[in-house]
């Protein structure tokens, strides 16, 4: 009822509302009440590409004339008579507009129209791999929309990987935890005008325990740095160090004198902790050798004292005027996880 007094007010007002379809302007008289026909059209969606080229007819399947019609988004779509004399609705930009048809009888039928850029979603890839070291988790901003109508949304086929869109620029966000075995997804892209595109994703796991830039970034520290990770160790390396560092923990780089070398930090305070890589005496770098990683905890107020030991691999990366960098690693295929740690000690 609201939208009729509105329609009709604007009607006395003589506001901008065009007629579908011409009549004469000596036909005044209403067709009789048991003539009345419900007012319909050939579809009540309808799609609109932007563009004047790309009008679309309003086509009233049937009514009671003396048709009229106005859009209430006119930003997005609106009437336009054509240069036939037929009426027809513009799309100006990307969304959703809604029009009001009136007839004779005071019919009243609402047309929504989703306006649009292009007809086809195109992504820039159709296939994609990701390769992470096992056990670890990847984020990839590389896949994009390259061509669409935005207001974009995805979704992954596969729980194992986890998809996201910048709904305007089409920027997909794609994550994932790589397991021994390769795994695969279809991310589907949607834009607002219903268009759909998918990408075919691939995750590999690698058993190299570091990347590339992760090495370049290891090497890269100036100052000295103590990381350790493993899927059941139960303490925090990085806190246990940082604490240490401001008491001034001991370093330790030293032969044992039973053919095997000790490089690492011990703290003292209200507890002992101790963190070492244990590999063979005369290791040259570059040389992958079997090794140790030793925690050590004693407290002194719970008088309690741990030792753990984690068996792995380790290479010196670099042992020079400036610097020593050692890396350790553990391959462990059960628990699909490479547990991992770098000792960085400035010279």
């Not at 086809?120 to 901003?141: F, W």
């Not at 305007?168 to 892209?189: D, Q």
């Not at 984690?310 to 960098?325: M, P, Y």
Request: charged residues 20%; contains cysteine; glycine residues 8%.
């Amino acid at each position: 009822m609201k939208i009729k007094i509105l329609f009709m007010s604007v009607l006395l007002m003589g506001s901008t509302m065009v007629g579908l379809t011409s009549c004469s302007d000596d036909d005044t008289t209403a067709p009789a009440v048991d003539e009345k026909e419900d007012l319909t059209l050939t579809a009540d969606v309808q799609r609109v590409k932007i563009g004047p080229e790309n009008m679309v007819l309003i086509d009233v399947a049937s009514g009671n004339g003396q048709y009229h019609a106005f859009s209430l988004n006119p930003e997005i779509a609106d009437v336009v008579v054509g240069d036939d004399g037929q009426y027809y609705i513009q799309g100006f930009k990307n969304g959703t507009a809604q029009m009001v048809i009136s007839d004779a009888a005071s019919n009243y039928k609402q047309l929504t129209v989703f306006v649009y850029t292009t007809d086809q979603l195109q992504l820039s890839h159709e296939d994609y791999t990701m390769s992470a070291v096992l056990g670890k988790n990847i984020i990839s901003r590389e896949c994009t929309v390259v061509l669409g109508n935005g207001g974009y949304s995805v979704e992954s086929n596969n729980a194992m990987l986890h998809a996201e869109i910048d709904s305007e620029s089409g920027m997909i966000t794609i994550e994932a935890i790589a397991y021994k075995e390769e795994f695969k997804a279809v991310v589907t892209v949607k834009d607002c005008a219903g268009l759909s595109a998918s990408i075919n994703v691939t995750v590999t796991p690698s058993l190299e325990p570091f990347t590339q830039d992760e090495l370049d970034a290891i090497l890269a520290k100036n100052r000295n740095d103590l990381f350790i990770e493993d899927h059941q160790f139960p303490y925090t390396v990085a806190e246990d160090f940082a604490r240490g560092l401001e008491r001034s923990g001991t370093w330790s780089d030293r032969s044992t004198g039973n053919g095997s070398h000790t490089f690492g930090w011990w703290c003292d305070g209200w507890y002992d902790a101790g963190h070492y890589i244990i590999y063979p005496e005369g290791t040259t770098i570059g040389q992958e050798v079997d090794a140790i990683y030793r925690f050590l905890y004693r407290s002194s107020i719970f008088y309690g004292e741990t030792t753990y030991n984690l068996d792995g691999k380790a290479k010196i990366l670099q042992d020079d005027g400036t610097k020593k960098v050692m890396i350790w690693w553990n391959v462990d295929l059960e628990n699909e996880f490479i547990s991992r740690g770098w000792i960085v000690k400035m010279k």
